[in-house]
């Protein structure tokens, strides 16, 4: 990595603590004043909120309709079966997508369902032709992701983004979960606009995919970041031994002797962008040693 990537990877670092903030201003939980003042990135404005399914509606409509039926729901109904899951910003040159993490029991449930799908069973996926199967929890979430619109019509993630984005560059983002989620809309994007450029970083992705998916991917989105952290256990799940696989490239950091040997230190965002730019960005107080 280069001054270059650093300064990209501080960016979308803060560009995904704007999506911790708005969704702890509105739903509170774990997230709340982690990014408390976060503003949006300097020459960029806020285009719009995305949100996504808990699983609600696959619980109770989603053998019956599919998932479209999100898009021509009341307001009201759909903001008590979703939650923001990232946010989106733009500039003259750029398009930034920032997924957040988890937060939450039903996202949780997401994180630990390792059952894996074909990709092209899904059905923001059908008639393209996708390699391999990824993380039916992670598929689920990411197939229900659209634009928070106050009434229909509403468009789904990939949708929007095709319709403004131009000839701009897409810059795609997430921590944790929502590295996951980047990770799968970038593939998606990709396959179905291969002449799009994007750029993808992540911080502690867990492993979204199988091998074949893995080739997939970085053939089609070359410019990938995915930074882990060595004590950090969220990138080691699921499981190598579970045919799950990482996408490249890795930008390895280890905060063991800089941070308190806890998890939470290690898996926090701030945590990694400390280690990327420590004269940039501060370790919280919480997490320091001693």
Not at 68 to 89: N, R, S, V, W
Not at 108 to 133: E, T
Not at 167 to 194: M, V
Request: include cysteine; charge should be negative.
């Amino acid at each position: 990595m280069n001054a270059e990537d650093i300064d990209r990877a501080l960016l979308l670092g803060h560009a995904v603590g704007f999506a911790y903030e708005r969704y702890a201003a509105k739903h509170g939980g774990a997230a709340r004043n982690l990014f408390s003042g976060v503003q949006i990135p300097a020459g960029y404005e806020h285009v719009a909120e995305v949100i996504a399914d808990d699983g609600v509606t696959k619980d109770i409509f989603g053998n019956l309709f599919g998932k479209e039926i999100l898009l021509g729901m009341p307001a009201f109904l759909l903001h008590a079966i979703t939650k923001p899951i990232a946010e989106i910003f733009a500039s003259k040159n750029d398009v930034i997508v920032a997924f957040r993490g988890t937060d939450g029991y039903l996202e949780s449930l997401h994180d630990a369902d390792v059952i894996s799908s074909r990709i092209g069973d899904f059905l923001l996926f059908k008639n393209i032709q996708y390699s391999g199967i990824a993380h039916s929890g992670f598929l689920g979430l990411y197939s229900t992701c659209m634009i928070d619109a106050a009434s229909p019509p509403r468009l789904f993630l990939a949708d929007f983004i095709h319709g403004m984005i131009g000839e701009r560059t897409l810059s795609i983002a997430g921590h944790s979960l929502g590295a996951a989620l980047a990770t799968l809309f970038a593939i998606d994007f990709a396959h179905k606009h291969p002449e799009a450029k994007i750029r993808v970083i992540t911080f502690a992705s867990p492993r979204v995919g199988d091998p074949e998916f893995v080739r997939d991917y970085n053939a089609r989105v070359p410019e990938t970041w995915r930074i882990d952290n060595e004590p950090d256990f969220v990138p080691d799940i699921p499981f190598c031994g579970w045919n799950y696989d990482h996408v490249q490239t890795e930008w390895h950091i280890d905060s063991r002797g800089t941070t308190k040997f806890e998890s939470a230190a290690f898996h926090d965002l701030r945590t990694y962008l400390h280690m990327i730019a420590p004269d940039r960005a501060e370790l919280p107080a919480e997490h320091k040693p001693g």
